[in-house]
């Protein structure tokens, strides 16, 4: 028997763009031979769909969806479906995994143990399953786990005594395992390792079908799999793409012809992550070209020589705004660059408008070089790319990285105006090593703009490290507070001056404000997503 | 036995001012010869703390303020102290309520029930804790509660199976419930109402110690309760203030000598809801002026009588950035109100400035009369008010209401550009009558901004009513989509016209990704709060 695993890109809420997508997957399973066709978790609504689920007219939609739009798909005898949904059973709302067969649909697993982070906040919509159960598949007992926490997150490699281990001893020879996993930077190496310990330890074949794409600043990364009783990995999906995987069930039984690699997570992971976010943000919200600002520093240049990967030149515009206080080299790195991506640009000057501001607001139309001046030079370049979204429809890509995001080094309403941050959860160290992937080929971003001390540039000669310590210092500072949730005495214990920690400490903390008003940004290297804090000073 | 109820106004995150205002209660009550202090949920970190509580560092800094900060208070066989926190017991985090007696502290109750609202995703921090206990209180037996789910949350009444009524089989003559219940409007009622049912069902008493305060436009409203076992009310809070409560153990076991009358909400609440929400903000985010755009209209007038309410005439600064197309009698109306509310004001007309952006955007520098243009004016503004802000650091109030955000009337980076969206979750018809209740004593809101049709003066002769559908039809469309979670046939089903209701549920959903970068808004009439979707077309 062959078990086609869909790893599809559904649009969270558009039922009737997902039913197509279904729809197409599903025809493609049938013309490979497939006897059953394994599709993510919550597939026909896509993940996460959020407050819609709470809408009576929503559910209702979603009912007909599954009973007229996909039932009948199967109503020939074609092969099985086995499909996520949200499904109501005894005035109950659950996330279920529907066994589509012969035109009838049949909930064969409601999800045990519901997600908890922020945005997958499944409580607030669904009641919790039952046990996990068993189906019977060909000649074997295959175990469902709908999710990705009931097999994950319970630690890797995963205790004992977990749900796997129940289905084991329950006769199951085959997990098969829909799930949505959001991809951050380093997580497919750690999933792998303990699914194979899993399948190892319970002498269990794993069939992991993972949603593809991006949602609102959320990744999902495909690289579906499949492992046989051994552990052995037969299979992976394609990273970032939809594809259609196929695996002959009676292969999960024996050793593997030939073992796929373990994965190496490098540069190109984050890229090709990067490029999707932006790709399926524009395509999810009908956009089809996108606008950057061009400050000739590295940020922007990297989000333009992204945008260009992912939309073609020719859907991307750049747009120079220098002022007074804009060193001459500046502006020529940034042409450098709109000559190396091929795109095209657009040269406004805001003096004019910076004066018109000036002379309104400083009595006599003298300058204070003040904070409240420096954020003005922003605003007004937020407000011309805003200008330019709404006349000619472009999306404005936003070009802070998380590593000025977190300490507040960012102007709400200027620079952080726009429709996606794309570099919003990538520290600035790894903006470099973004730049050098970019440039593997041949030079997209300038040698000078890579090479030049990071500025703001909104006075004359503005450094960011009069500001802040160097990102070598503030990264890991960071990503120690921020991920692993050190208290400043451990970050100190790990060769971290005290100054310093209390510092970003403090800068971190009073920034919490600006963190609620930053457009969605793709979240590629926190496991943690959209921290929430109390805004007190 | 006296019992103090300790309605606290905690800082969320804040612990060293938390515990300021702890040992504050705590010495009023010793003053007043309680034997026993109860303080809401959480009370030590003040709630919501959010991803604080994953922090390390920050759970070491509870546990010395616990231990050494706290317990001491206790030390010479004062009053003992029922209080909630964060606690750690095999290596789980629970939402605890502790018994702080002699210096001593013993934790006597894990929360069993958390809460999964949005905000409130406490799995997200604490490990699930036991079945609800008893202590003994005097000659009495008291269960203990925590938080308003188990309570309130099942039902209203609540099943006659719950946790009151496990802890009435115990033999708990009293109900401790220490809680952190947001307020919104018309809830207090129903909630006086359930627990009176409760108490008279189960024979107990109940005590509910509720937290007051905003915190990043969360309400609390206090208003903490104290029934007999006959169901009566003995004891109110005052609403949206701070207050020692004491109630004799005694009292809850004979008829009441007078029983407080049902509550009654008008807009009167509303309006110290809202004033708490302005004071609060800007204290606990060491503020103490605020500004505002004054367009003439009603939104903005209304913002700036609560502005002067909470803080003062004297902290108040209303900004008029009139437009070549603001009509003189708006002019004339904002000036009027200046007046009125006798606060100091600025003019500075925008026209210079739009000027300067439409000669760099416009080829020619003639207008088009677009969308962009329209958005334009309005960001000129945000831009005004932010550098104030900067400067002279102003908090800017922004004034759109929630019937204008729910359909993305609204402009980002310009309107929706401030610290405080005021009436963010207040429908249009409700700021009228808020209107009206600030006029109670004399004219503050001009007779004619409150008579005028509604208009955002973005072109010449514009009125909402071009754009939206009467807000008599509007807002309740937005009330049966948005907190009653109806489809759009049942909302046709109430009478209102297809095109109408499919028109505004279109503009609710297209609208989403606006909703991501509202600054904190108030929170004040919402069951839900924060509604997220998917964004797509």
Redesign the interface.
């Known amino acids: 028997m062959k078990i086609a695993l869909a790893q599809c890109n559904p649009?969270?809420?558009?039922l009737a763009r997902n039913r197509e997508i279904i729809a197409r997957f599903y025809r493609s399973a049938r013309r490979a031979g497939a006897g059953l066709v394994i599709f993510p978790e919550l597939a026909v609504t896509?993940y996460?769909?959020?407050?819609?689920l709470?809408?009576?007219?929503?559910q209702?939609e979603v009912d007909g969806i599954i009973h007229t739009g996909l039932a009948p798909l199967t109503g020939d005898g074609g092969p099985s479906m086995l499909i996520g949904a949200p499904y109501e059973s005894n005035n109950h709302l659950y996330n279920s995994l529907l066994l589509i067969k012969n035109g009838r649909v049949k909930p064969v697993q409601f999800k045990e143990t519901l997600a908890?982070?922020?945005?997958f906040?499944e409580?607030?919509y669904f009641a919790a399953g039952r046990e996990p159960s068993t189906i019977q598949l060909g000649d074997q007992s295959a175990g469902i786990i709908i999710g990705e926490r009931a097999v994950e997150a319970c630690g890797n490699p995963p205790p004992p005594d977990g749900p796997v281990k129940r289905l084991a001893l329950k006769g199951a020879t085959v997990l098969i395992n829909p799930t949505a996993s959001r991809y951050y930077y380093g997580r497919q190496a750690a999933r792998e390792k303990g699914l194979a310990t899993l399948a190892k330890r319970h002498q269990t074949g794993i069939l992991v079908v993972n949603q593809v794409g991006s949602?609102?600043g959320l990744l999902f990364g495909g690289a579906s799999l499949a492992f046989n009783r051994r552990g052995e990995l037969l299979s992976r999906g394609t990273p970032f793409k939809e594809e259609l995987l196929l695996i002959n069930l009676s292969s999960l039984a024996g050793s593997a012809p030939k073992v796929v690699p373990p994965v190496q997570e490098d540069t190109g992971w984050l890229f090709n992550g990067l490029k999707l976010g932006i790709t399926d943000y524009l395509e999810?919200?009908?956009f089809t070209r996108a606008v950057v600002g061009l400050s000739g520093g590295i940020d922007s240049a990297v989000v333009a020589a992204l945008a260009v990967e992912a939309l073609g030149a020719e859907n991307v515009l750049g747009v120079l705004m220098p002022s007074p206080y804009s060193p001459a080299p500046s502006i020529e790195d940034a042409l450098l660059l709109v000559k190396n991506l091929s795109i095209a640009h657009r040269l406004?000057?805001?003096e004019?408008?910076f004066?018109?501001?000036s002379?309104?607001?400083n009595p006599g139309g003298k300058l204070?070089w003040?904070?409240?001046e420096e954020?003005?030079q922003a605003?007004?370049r937020?407000?011309?790319l805003?200008?330019?979204s709404?006349?000619e429809h472009y999306l404005v890509l936003t070009t802070g990285n998380r590593s000025e995001l977190a300490v507040g080094y960012s102007t709400?309403?200027g620079d952080m105006?726009g429709?996606l941050a794309v570099l919003g959860d990538l520290p600035k160290l790894q903006v470099y090593e973004l730049a050098h992937y970019l440039n593997r080929n041949r030079e997209l971003i300038p040698r000078r703009t890579i090479e030049k001390p990071p500025s703001a540039e909104l006075r004359p000669g503005q450094k960011d490290e009069d500001s802040l310590p160097p990102y070598p210092v503030l990264d890991p500072i960071l990503r120690l507070?921020l991920e692993e949730?050190?208290?400043?005495?451990?970050i100190m214990a790990r060769g971290y001056a005290e100054e310093t920690v209390i510092e970003i400490l403090q800068l971190v903390?009073r920034a919490g404000?600006k963190q609620?008003?930053?457009?969605?940004r793709l979240w590629i290297t926190s496991p943690?997503i959209e921290?929430?804090?109390?805004?007190?000073?």
């Open positions: 649009t969270a809420g558009n896509g996460p769909a959020g407050d819609l709470l809408n009576r007219g929503f209702k908890s982070h922020r945005y906040n409580n607030l949602q609102d999810k919200n009908r406004l000057p805001i004019n408008i004066h018109a501001f002379s309104l607001l204070n003040d904070l409240a954020n003005l605003r007004i937020g407000t011309i805003m200008f330019i709404n006349r709400l309403y105006a429709g507070y949730n050190l208290s400043a005495g451990e903390e404000y609620r008003q930053v457009p969605p943690a921290r929430r804090t109390p805004s007190f000073r």
